[in-house]
């Protein structure tokens, strides 16, 4: 079965600053892996997504990820973070065969970004 | 922009009542999830459905839940006798593709009392 554990619950960071939100994974096959974002009141939006290629994924509103198979690791980072990003970030996963079926999810970081 | 959009946005059921979560996925869509979030736990996988079936459901998804698409707009999932412990929020979501995007809902949170 896979798993996915997000260190971090909380995460502040003043505004401009950079951000790394951590994510590791367990899975004995192959995954697919993705971030989601939720801001509040609203649902789940895809921020990236990793599915082979390139280990650096650059997703919307400037963020990127790089996969780390080695590490199981696949961190979200920010170079320069503003004051609406502010949101729960969920990392999740899922095994190659399925897609986007049975996604896998963590339980979420929430970046809080002040001023 | 499509969207999914669920109703109502929040519920309050007593328990042992059955209660009906609805969905509207967007409309060129053929993969319809469920997922849930018991309030500070992780988002959970409750089932995936294809060409008017389960492709795929976990082992929370036990006989008290069951899934509809009625009227080929609407994707509903119905708990038939609520528990204390089924109070979450509900996510629906679609995908057009097995291997393409899943959006998902703005959720609906249940409330058992």
């Known amino acids: 079965a896979q798993s996915v554990t997000q260190l971090d619950s909380q995460v502040p960071v003043f505004e401009e600053a950079p951000v790394e939100l951590r994510c590791n994974y367990s899975?004995?096959?192959?995954?697919?892996l993705f971030w989601y974002v939720q801001y509040p009141n609203q649902g789940l939006q895809l921020l990236l997504k990793?599915?082979?290629?390139?280990?650096l994924v650059k997703g919307i509103n400037g963020f990127e990820a790089e996969f780390n198979k080695s590490q199981t690791s696949f961190h979200l980072r920010k170079p320069s973070v503003h004051i609406s990003d502010t949101a729960e970030y969920f990392c999740a996963v899922s095994i190659m065969n399925t897609g986007f079926q049975k996604l896998v999810f963590g339980t979420g970081t929430r970046l809080l970004v002040s001023p | 922009e499509p969207e999914v959009t669920q109703t109502p946005s929040h519920q309050v059921t007593q328990m042992g009542q059955e209660v009906i979560l609805r969905c509207v996925p967007i409309?060129?869509?053929?993969?319809f999830y469920w997922y849930r979030q018991i309030l500070g736990q992780k988002v959970e996988f409750l089932v995936s459905?294809?060409?008017?079936?389960?492709?795929?459901k976990s082992e929370i998804f036990d006989d008290q839940f069951s899934v509809e698409r009625p009227d080929g707009s609407n994707f509903t999932l119905k708990i038939r006798s609520t528990k204390l412990e089924d109070s979450a929020m509900y996510f629906c979501?679609?995908?057009?593709?097995?291997?393409?995007?899943?959006?998902f809902g703005q959720g609906t949170r249940l409330t058992v009392v």
């Open positions: 990793y599915l082979s290629g390139s280990t």
């Open positions: 409309s060129n869509h053929l993969y």
């Open positions: 899975s004995s096959v192959s995954v697919y």
């Open positions: 979501a679609s995908s057009r593709q097995m291997n393409t995007e899943a959006f």
């Open positions: 459905f294809y060409n008017n079936e389960i492709s795929e």
